[in-house]
């Protein structure tokens, strides 16, 4: 197992707060990397596309401006998360700035383009690839990705059906470099089993949501925290790719979320400004990990309390 070199003795805790499709924003990103965790947004939730460089420019000034005024506490890096789609007609747009900006991590899915590859590594940057079976997950690496991210069965947003335990397994048998694991990871017993199980950070999206920096409604963070397992939908119809939502806001847009319909996944689409993300725009992402989720607090807080649980964690288990 291997930590990349753009990540030691950047983090407070092994974690990489994961994209999420309008949540993450600069604010959510500026924040958490300043608790000390990489914080990450999609390139797509820049809209227009000239926003990303806006984007962009602020998170580097920003953590640049904090690391100078804190030097024994540094920030953890940002990444940028690459739809790699075909339907995406901005990506070599999107790529032109993460070459500019020279963004240390980016985040690649739905598909693996070894030029997006060559493109990061041609400034020193670092991909890490998202996979949801070891199929992709060795189709990853062979096109040039430096990582991967195993997302597992309970993961928010587009997860896989396979367990943490055996997803991990599979990939450990060939692949020694960077892993990351996601699937209801919400608290700090289960980042030290992410880590227990073979991973070397854990890669969490949802409890974010209910955070004040959150770009979410007040009904959507409000839906997390009075929420818990069965309240997960897991379905295709929303983008083609299978992922899991919140029951309320599947009732909410006037739908049966017993009676999913199956979409055909070749009509995915993520062009920019696509007729469906709009149409499903109140559709709301979540892992089945929300349990853990009490109330909505600042980013901060809800690091600090991670980091609590996860060194109370590895006490409890050295004294075992």
Same mark, same amino acid.
Not at 148 to 174: C, D, K, T
Not at 301 to 307: I, K, M, T
């Given at each position: ?36 965790? @990489? ?80 493109? @990061? ?111 997960? @939908? ?61 109330? @909505? ?24």
């Amino acid at each position: 197992m291997s930590l990349p070199a753009i990540l030691q003795n950047r983090l407070s805790i092994p974690v990489v707060g994961s994209p999420m499709f309008i949540v993450s924003n600069p604010d959510l990103v500026i924040a958490q990397c300043k608790a000390g965790i @990489v914080g990450s947004f999609p390139a797509l939730n820049a809209r227009p596309q000239h926003v990303l460089d806006e984007w962009l420019d602020r998170i580097t000034t920003e953590l640049a401006e904090y690391d100078v005024k804190n030097p024994d506490k540094p920030s953890a890096p940002f990444a940028l998360n690459q739809i790699v789609h075909k339907s995406n007609v901005r990506l070599d747009d999107d790529m032109a700035l993460c070459v500019k900006h020279k963004v240390k991590i980016v985040i690649t899915s739905l598909g693996a383009r070894e030029e997006v590859n060559q493109a @990061v590594h041609s400034y020193g940057g670092i991909v890490l690839h998202d996979v949801i079976n070891n199929k992709f997950a060795r189709k990853a690496i062979e096109k040039g990705a430096d990582g991967l991210i195993a997302v597992a069965a309970g993961a928010g947003g587009h997860a896989g059906r396979i367990s943490p335990f055996a997803l991990i397994h599979e990939i450990r048998e060939w692949f020694d470099g960077p892993l990351l694991l996601s699937g209801a990871i919400s608290n700090g017993n289960a980042i030290l089993a992410a880590l227990a199980a073979g991973a070397d950070l854990a890669y969490i999206g949802t409890t974010f949501i209910a955070t004040e920096e959150a770009n979410a409604t007040p009904a959507y963070k409000q839906m997390i925290v009075e929420g818990d397992a069965s309240e997960i @939908v897991y379905t295709n119809f929303f983008t083609g790719v299978h992922g899991n939502y919140l029951k309320g806001s599947i009732l909410t847009a006037g739908l049966d979320p017993e009676n999913m319909p199956e979409a055909d996944p070749s009509k995915m689409n993520f062009s920019a400004g696509s007729s469906k993300a709009k149409a499903w725009k109140d559709i709301w992402g979540s892992g089945q990990g929300i349990g853990a989720v009490k109330g @909505v607090v600042p980013v901060a807080e809800l690091v600090a309390r991670l980091q609590r649980e996860y060194m109370a964690a590895r006490d409890r288990l050295a004294l075992a």
